[in-house]
């Protein structure tokens, strides 16, 4: 407890002292000042706001499975295509009547792969995504 509050103070003094850094440095660099002569020096907090966030509508989901495609998709994590392979086993043998495709998309799990969207589209596909974990 003690140590947060510390660093909270820390914290405050070195904002604190950087504002006088700044006026020190920057009376330094344009020499002494006239004693009539005033500088103005602004300090804006660099934290800033976050731009509000936007709700998007969730996808319409499916009544049901039978004649869909369902696109299993690998991002390379961690066996993930392990699981979406046992995944397309079950589904053969449970669901008969759902397609199923194994993909690996493009890049990191982050990543876009509009190729990969396009095809799921126009397919008219389902999708599931492994992640990890």
């Known amino acids: 407890m003690c140590l947060s ?9 070195t904002k604190f002292g950087v504002a006088i850094l700044v006026m020190l440095l920057n009376s330094i660099n344009t020499g002494e000042l006239a004693a009539n002569e005033q ?7 660099p934290t800033g706001y976050a731009p509000a966030i936007e709700r998007k ?3 319409v989901r499916p009544v049901g499975l039978e004649g ?3 696109y299993l998709v690998d ?20 669901m008969p ?13 982050y990543t876009d792969d509009p190729d990969l969207w396009q095809e799921i589209k126009d397919a008219n596909g389902l999708m ?4 990890g974990h």
């Open 5 to 13: 509050k510390n660093a909270k103070h820390l914290n405050v003094l």
């Open 39 to 45: 500088e103005l020096i602004s300090v804006l907090n």
């Open 57 to 59: 509508p969730m996808a």
């Open 68 to 70: 869909k495609t369902v």
């Open 75 to 94: 991002v390379t994590f961690n066996n993930g295509d392990v699981f979406l392979q046992e995944m397309q086993k079950w589904f053969a043998a449970n």
């Open 97 to 109: 009547g759902v397609n199923t495709e194994f993909r690996v998309k493009k890049g990191a799990y």
């Open 128 to 131: 599931i995504m492994a992640i």
